[in-house]
């Protein structure tokens, strides 16, 4: 790994404004231009001082570099899916999925009525900040609902899950607009939720 190399802030694949009624465009230019905006500044920050510890052998300064590197890398790695798994109504939004991953859903779940619940209930419930996905496991090919805590990612609930489906449940991508009323934007986050993305890594990764 080149530790001299930055990461960069992705661009949205829409406008702030895009995802209205269901996430403000206030919320999205905070959350985008601030929020991931600090994890990615984070991360270049303590790569870089990560990689004066190594190079002068000092133990105890890269040992203390992993939370922020957990955290800050994490927070990138987060964001930068969640952007893509959700689109403007016009651009296929909140359209169901069909194809493989809908059977699969309807199968494992019983219906897409019943993982939303399922996935809503545990977002409802984390506490703290945290993540509520929709993983896929690359090797079972089943899929699952996880929460992650902070910015943990979804590889450290098992290193073979890969997301098909994330929502960020701190309180900086609702409280703007939903003030403490956590299931409301769970609720109506479904009518932007980017299930073409969820699709097409689920065919990529189950191709048969
Ligand atoms: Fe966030």
Known sequence: MDLTKN???PELPYGYEALEPAISGEIMRLHHQKHHQAYVTNFNKALH???AA???GDTSAVVMLQSSLKFNGGGHINHSIFWKNLAPVSEGGGVPPKGRLGSAIDEQFGSLEALIQKMNTHGAALQGSGWVWLALDKESKRISVETTANQD???TKGPTLVA???IDVWEHAYYLQY???RPDYLKNIWNVMNWN???AVYDKECPN
Do not use: F, M, R
Request: proline share 5%; aromatic share 4%; net charge neutral.
């Open 7 to 9: 990461l960069t802030l």
């Open 49 to 51: 001082q990560l990689s």
């Open 54 to 56: 190594v190079a002068d």
């Open 153 to 155: 990612p979804i590889v």
């Open 164 to 166: 098909l489906l994330s």
């Open 179 to 181: 003030k403490n009323v």
């Open 197 to 199: 993305y969820a699709s």
